[in-house]
């Protein structure tokens, strides 16, 4: 059982930076793949970005590419998303989420462990 917990989410301004955390207890850590995902109001739960276990790979949706950094710490345990010239389109709650395959993936449905979520706002 993974357990996972967001932290660094708050209020800022367009153009700030703001960087998420999310605490993961559990075996095997290292074998998941770990993301971050976004849920504004009325929207789907979508993609933001992916880190493999190992932390060599990085995958990225096309709306925060070149804005957003995720990486992760085997020996803390911890993924971070590293945001920066926030806008007030990237409001929404941010998940992180576990998944075991061998291949990275952006679809919701195959992360097996979520956490909570944590509010980011962005004011204009």
């Known amino acids: 059982q993974v357990q996972l917990v967001e932290s660094g989410g708050g209020l800022v301004q367009a153009g700030d930076s703001l960087r998420l955390s999310c605490a993961a207890s559990?075996?095997?850590?290292?074998?998941?793949?770990l993301g971050w995902f976004r849920q504004a109001p009325g929207n789907e739960r979508e993609f933001v970005a992916g880190?493999?276990?190992?932390?060599?790979?990085?995958d990225y949706a096309g709306r925060v590419a070149g804005r957003f950094t995720i990486s992760r710490d085997n020996a803390k345990n911890t993924v971070f998303l590293q945001m920066s010239n926030l806008s007030p389109e990237d409001t929404a709650v941010y998940f992180c989420?576990?998944?075991?395959?061998?291949?990275?993936?952006?679809?919701?449905?195959?992360?097996?462990?979520w956490g909570q979520g944590t509010q980011v706002t962005v004011s204009s």
């Open positions: 880190v493999s276990g190992s932390g060599s790979t990085t």
């Open positions: 989420a576990a998944e075991l395959g061998k291949i990275m993936t952006r679809n919701r449905a195959h992360y097996d462990y």
């Open positions: 559990g075996p095997g850590l290292s074998r998941y793949n």
